[in-house]
Nanobody, 125 residues
Framework: QLRLVESGGGLVQPGGSLRLSCAAS????????IGWFRQAPGKEREGVSC????????NYADSVKGRFTISRDNARNMVYLQMNSLKPEDTYVYYC??????????????????WGQGTQVTVSS
């Protein structure tokens, strides 16, 4: 059974950092594009970043460029989202998602059939 589990969320002060992890089980991440998305209650889900299944091509939302970095460790079947210089407006539930895609990735949630349960990130003083 294909499963994704996020971890690493929490409460952090503005300007701080967090690293989110997305662990895959039941399948190998190699060949799957992984996206990070975020959503607040009553708001639409938005794409944050994604990394392609092969080659490591990445995309970022304009709101996080220069602050967030996505990476993958296929040997550990993990994908990470390093979040630096966090702002209160980064407060969301963050989700990782997977789709079989080799050399590209897109920040469109409808393209991703597999989702984790989410991890809360709260940026507040």
């Amino acid at each position: 059974q294909l499963r994704l589990v996020e971890s690493g969320g929490g409460l952090v002060q503005p300007g701080g950092s967090l690293r989110l992890s997305c662990a895959a089980s039941g399948f190998t991440l190699n060949g799957y594009a992984i996206g990070w998305f975020r959503q607040a209650p009553g708001k639409e889900r938005e794409g944050v970043s994604c990394i392609s299944g092969i080659g490591g091509s990445t995309n970022y939302a304009d709101s996080v460029k220069g602050r967030f970095t996505i990476s993958r460790d296929n040997a550990r079947n993990m994908v990470y989202l390093q979040m630096n210089s966090l702002k209160p407006e980064d407060t969301y539930v963050y989700y990782c998602a997977a789709v079989m895609s080799f050399r590209t990735c897109v920040l469109s949630d409808v393209q991703y059939p597999y989702w984790g349960q989410g991890t809360q990130v709260t940026v507040s003083s």
